[in-house]
């Protein structure tokens, strides 16, 4: 259970943007929690992404901003410099994980033991989720496979999210199926994205849309993934 609630809602946000920004003070209007995943290696950094005929800020805080603009939620490994894990070897793996993660604590004031793996399509393989579980301080790590399902999983360092938050039919009616659920054993809604994503297709009020209607349900813990994912399974 979470907080002797049978139903928790979280939220997971990749790459450490500006946009984040925007979305914290969303989040926070409406009681919910995320967590965060930076490159400590990009901090500081300036850039910009083209999504078809739309080009967005791709830029990243400073370090010395971090603490600041994540307070209130969980802060978590992304890697040093976002490579396509798989590829690697093993003593790469673990120096981009590890070293991001150490340089994350020291700024959260907190041991960071989550990460989401970096990139899109095959992000992770059954060898880069093994290296991370025995040789580094994570105890979660996310991938970008999301199952529509809210059931407890057993292996942490492959997670599936329930849902891309893009995906808006299917978060919206996901949504509506949680709230109405009353089940007998726990139960996770994970939801994941870029912030940067909502500039891209104009789609801030849509969230803020969701956000009230996942908001604010007296049988719903809303946490962070560590919160969730951790302590859940601790009081399963």
Same mark, same amino acid.
Not at 41 to 61: D, K, S
Not at 108 to 118: I, L, S
């Given at each position: 259970?979470?907080?002797?609630?049978?139903?928790?809602?979280?939220?997971?946000?990749?790459?450490?943007?500006?946009?984040?920004?925007?979305?914290?003070?969303?989040?926070?209007?409406?009681?919910?929690? &995320?967590?965060?995943?930076?490159?400590? !290696?990009? $901090?500081?950094?300036?850039?910009? +992404?083209? %999504?078809?005929?739309? *080009? @967005?800020?791709?830029?990243?805080?400073?370090?010395?901003?971090?603490?600041?603009?994540?307070?209130?939620?969980?802060?978590?490994?992304?890697?040093?410099?976002?490579?396509?894990?798989?590829?690697?070897?093993?003593?790469?793996?673990?120096?981009?994980?590890?070293?991001?993660?150490?340089?994350?604590?020291?700024?959260?004031?907190?041991?960071?033991?989550?990460?989401?793996?970096?990139?899109?399509?095959?992000?992770?393989?059954?060898?880069?989720?093994?290296?991370?579980?025995?040789?580094?301080?994570?105890?979660? &790590?996310?991938?970008?496979?999301?199952? !529509?399902? $809210?059931?407890?999983?057993?292996? +942490?360092? %492959?997670?599936?999210? *329930? @849902?891309?938050?893009?995906?808006?039919?299917?978060?919206?009616?996901?949504?509506?199926?949680?709230?109405?659920?009353?089940?007998?054993?726990?139960?996770?809604?994970?939801?994941?994205?870029?912030?940067?994503?909502?500039?891209?297709?104009?789609?801030?009020?849509?969230?803020?849309?969701?956000?009230?209607?996942?908001?604010?349900?007296?049988?719903?813990?809303?946490?962070?993934?560590?919160?969730?994912?951790?302590?859940?399974?601790?009081?399963?």
């Amino acid at each position: 259970m979470f907080n002797g609630k049978m139903k928790a809602v979280t939220f997971s946000y990749d790459d450490g943007i500006t946009q984040d920004q925007r979305l914290i003070h969303l989040l926070n209007r409406y009681g919910l929690k &995320a967590t965060f995943n930076l490159n400590s !290696g990009f $901090f500081g950094t300036a850039g910009a +992404l083209i %999504r078809g005929n739309v *080009t @967005v800020a791709h830029v990243r805080p400073r370090t010395e901003e971090i603490a600041g603009i994540y307070r209130g939620h969980e802060i978590a490994g992304h890697t040093l410099t976002h490579p396509s894990l798989p590829t690697l070897p093993r003593t790469e793996i673990i120096r981009q994980v590890e070293e991001d993660r150490k340089a994350l604590s020291a700024l959260a004031g907190y041991e960071v033991v989550g990460m989401a793996y970096p990139g899109g399509g095959i992000n992770y393989d059954a060898r880069s989720a093994e290296i991370i579980r025995t040789a580094t301080g994570m105890k979660y &790590a996310r991938t970008t496979v999301c199952n !529509g399902s $809210f059931d407890l999983q057993e292996d +942490l360092f %492959r997670f599936q999210p *329930t @849902v891309f938050h893009m995906d808006f039919d299917e978060m919206f009616r996901l949504g509506a199926e949680f709230i109405r659920m009353k089940p007998d054993r726990p139960q996770i809604f994970y939801i994941w994205g870029h912030a940067y994503e909502f500039d891209i297709a104009n789609t801030w009020e849509r969230m803020e849309e969701f956000c009230r209607m996942i908001s604010g349900k007296d049988d719903i813990f809303y946490g962070t993934n560590q919160e969730v994912l951790l302590t859940g399974r601790q009081e399963v």
